[in-house]
């Protein structure tokens, strides 16, 4: 008991501090830019209504999930191929590696060209920038599964398929976590940047348009519930990580 | 069993060709516990891996039943020198030692007993649930033993099993090996850079040159069925038979023919 209490004050310590900081610094400013806390919380309530969430927010969120969970797949499909056949590696590598240099955001005029504006292009945004992470990191976690495994799975004859599920995809996962969590914190940049190119809906669409009818207590109260969206999604990430790679963190600590 | 046909393995450092084995030959009959000793760096770890499928020899065979091996032979099972790592650390020790009777086509139920039944036989009765790294070293090459034998084998390949674990331990395990091989009557070929061990385990010891390899001498081991780390250790038979190796693995160092 004393130990989640303990907890908690360490996990909600800081976010109170800043938060009160910001309360109190901001309380008496008159600067049209940067309205008083106050202000852009009591806002927060007016702003976000069952109609916003249900018109701005929900859509954000479903355009987030289709490309993140179609990045996951293709990645890690793609990553394990590439993976496992030496001559893929060494062909795709440095195509790889340049795919993973170019700025996400830079393909957004480019995938409007072919996507057109609709969700597909949104999703489309999301995957070019989610895909690579998630693809390198798969490919590097496979290349890094130990010899002595695989020599063991291929002494007992396991096969291929019980040999890429049951040695090379656990082998592989603490990095295709890693993957996975930068790609989340990218998915959250490009589903608000595909929305602020061309959009009738979403967060992004949103906060921009407070931006534009100058509507600067909306605006600060979007950038904040984004805020909030992006710490939910950590949270439920390190839930799905705790639960996936349990054996691995607890090895690394009971070892220690 | 196994027999082993003027094998031999070449490896290419900056293009310049190396012979790590020259040519080996040796039978194992059936049933029989054989040891293979040699100075280090003689391609003990290479020969066990050609005999187990897993690396292709530049020349001669490996057969297995008067059968080739081109690829992990059916009925063998390999317990490799670094448990830790051979091991599946997602797996609990129970799914560990399953794992390879999958796709032996038995029920869950008999897949259940197996486990269990070799985890008794390595005195780990009951440790299906545990994870493989919170157990000691030797308990964790248990479990790599027990793996080898739920599969029921009939020929058993071991790579330096006991090298990375304590004297005492080592002690203990290699006691394990004697009894669960006199038990389930399997072939055992047995890799070790230690005399002693060699020769307290085997029937025979196979002693290796130098490289390029070649078989240099052949021990045959008359201490017959019981064994005893105390007793066995001093006699003046197991002395004689281990300055016997020792003086060959010597005289391989050397380079002598």
Request: aromatic fraction near 8%; include cysteine.
């Amino acid at each position: 008991m004393i130990v989640l209490v303990r907890k908690a004050l360490l996990v909600l310590g800081l976010p109170s501090v800043l938060f009160a900081l910001w309360w109190f610094a901001s309380a008496g400013s008159t600067s049209f830019y940067f309205p008083p806390l106050s202000e852009i919380v009591a806002e927060f309530g007016e702003t976000w209504t069952a109609e916003r969430w249900r018109e701005d927010v929900l859509p954000s969120v479903a355009r987030l999930g289709a490309g993140y969970a179609a990045s996951c797949a293709a990645g890690v499909a793609l990553g394990l191929l590439i993976g496992r056949v030496r001559w893929l590696f060494h062909a795709t590598e440095p195509v790889l590696e340049f795919a993973r240099a170019v700025p996400p955001p830079v393909l957004v005029p480019v995938i409007m060209l072919f996507a057109g504006i609709g969700d597909g292009m949104k999703v489309a945004v999301i995957i070019s920038g989610c895909l690579w992470p998630i693809l390198l990191n798969t490919v590097a976690g496979v290349r890094s599964v130990d010899p002595v495994q695989l020599d063991t799975a291929a002494a007992y004859r396991l096969g291929r398929f019980r040999t890429l599920t049951a040695i090379v995809l656990p082998g592989a996962s603490p990095r295709i976590v890693t993957g996975m969590r930068q790609a989340l914190a990218i998915g959250v940049i490009l589903m608000v940047i595909s929305e602020m190119f061309a959009a009738q809906s979403g967060l992004g669409f949103a906060i921009v348009q407070f931006q534009r009818s100058y509507a600067i207590p909306a605006m600060w109260s979007g950038i904040l519930l984004l805020g909030c969206l992006g710490a939910a999604l950590a949270a439920v990430f390190a839930c799905v990580d705790r639960a996936v790679l349990h054996w691995y963190h607890r090895q690394r600590t009971e070892e220690a | 069993m196994l027999e082993v046909a003027g094998i031999g393995r070449d490896y290419r450092v900056d293009g310049e060709v190396h012979t790590a084995i020259d040519a080996l030959t040796f039978q194992v009959a059936e049933g029989e516990l054989v040891c293979v000793v040699g100075p280090s760096g003689c391609g003990k770890t290479t020969l066990l891996r050609m005999c187990a499928g897993l690396l292709a020899p530049t020349r001669g065979a490996a057969l297995v039943d008067g059968r080739e091996v081109d690829g992990p032979p059916e009925d063998t099972a390999v317990v490799f020198q670094e448990y830790g790592r051979s091991l599946f650390p997602w797996m609990r020790v129970g799914a560990n030692v399953e794992l390879p009777l999958k796709r032996l086509g038995l029920t869950r139920a008999q897949r259940r007993e197996r486990v269990a039944e070799a985890l008794r036989l390595v005195d780990l009765e009951g440790k299906e649930r545990v994870w493989p790294w919170q157990l000691s070293g030797g308990m964790q090459q248990r479990v790599a033993i027990a793996r080898a034998i739920a599969f029921r084998p009939r020929l058993l390949l071991m790579d330096e099993p006991f090298a990375a674990v304590d004297a005492q331990t080592r002690a203990d395990l290699e006691d394990l090996i004697r009894d669960l091989w006199a038990r389930l009557g399997i072939t055992v070929v047995f890799i070790t850079h230690d005399i002693d061990e060699s020769v307290y385990l085997g029937q025979r010891v196979l002693v290796l040159s130098s490289p390029p390899t070649t078989l240099r001498a052949e021990v045959h081991i008359g201490l017959g069925p019981e064994r005893d780390q105390l007793e066995t250790r001093s006699s003046p038979a197991f002395a004689k038979l281990r300055g016997q190796v020792w003086a060959e693995i010597q005289a391989a160092k050397r380079g002598e023919t």
